[in-house]
Every structure is written in structure tokens, then in C-alpha cells.
Nanobody, 128 residues
Framework: QVQLVDSGGGLVQAGGSLRLSCVAS????????MGWFRQAPGKEREFVAA????????YYAETVKGRYTISRDNAKSTMYLQMNNLKPDDTAVYSC?????????????????????WGQGTQVTVSS
């Protein structure tokens, strides 16, 4: 079992930055790939970014590429999402997710249904 607690959301003006964190517990952090997803009101959940077990491979949605950076610190059992140049369209609940060992990150990184564990979500609101 893996427990995920995400945090760091808040209210920010367009052009601002936020850094989300996802702290994991329950199993060796360095054994599972992870990702960030978001869901805006009235919309389906969408993929944001994913990172491999080692952290050497990362994947991004086109809408956030160049603005967001996903990273992980396996020693701290924590994953991060640095979000820069935020836009009102980035407003959503952001959730971290973890996959079981053996999960093939590429090409499955954007498929939310293939991640097994989820954080509770943290609200990000970007005002114009």
C-alpha cells in the first residue's frame, strides 16, 4: 500500500508560480513511477506530468510544457511540481498518483486509470 499526501496549492495571479508537493509513505518510494493529474470544474481529469522511478525520464502535457517541471527526491519520498507562468486555464484540483512496480511509464504515462494510488488533491486557482 502507498499513501500520498499532496499540498502546495493556493490562489495566485496569472503569471505567478506555485510549487506542489506529494509526500509518499507505505512502500519504498524509489520503486514506483509517479504523475500529476488535474481536474477543473465540469471537465474530465487530465494528465499533467509524469516521472520515472529514477527521475531521469519526464513527460508533460503539451499545455504545460515549458512552464511546469516535475521532479522527485527519493531520499525524501517526495515528488514536486513546479508551476511557473500560471494561467487562468490552469485552475483545477491537482492530484498526485503512483503506479505499482512494473508499470511501463511509456506509453502509459497519461492514462490515469493505470495509476493505482492517489493523493487527496490540492486546489490551484489562478486569477486573471
Amino acid at each position: 500500500q502507498v499513501q500520498l499526501v499532496d499540498s502546495g496549492g493556493g490562489l495566485v495571479q496569472a503569471g505567478g508560480s506555485l510549487r506542489l508537493s506529494c509526500v509518499a509513505s507505505g512502500r519504498t518510494f524509489s520503486t514506483y513511477a509517479m504523475g500529476w493529474f488535474r481536474q477543473a470544474p465540469g471537465k474530465e481529469r487530465e494528465f499533467v506530468a509524469a516521472i520515472s522511478v529514477s527521475g531521469r525520464k519526464t513527460y508533460y502535457a503539451e499545455t504545460v510544457k515549458g512552464r511546469y517541471t516535475i521532479s522527485r527526491d527519493n531520499a525524501k519520498s517526495t515528488m514536486y511540481l513546479q508551476m511557473n507562468n500560471l494561467k487562468p486555464d490552469d485552475t483545477a484540483v491537482y492530484s498526485c498518483a503512483a503506479a505499482d512496480p512494473g508499470f511501463v511509464l511509456n506509453p502509459n504515462y497519461a492514462s490515469g486509470e493505470k495509476y493505482k494510488y492517489w493523493g487527496q488533491g490540492t486546489q490551484v486557482t489562478v486569477s486573471s
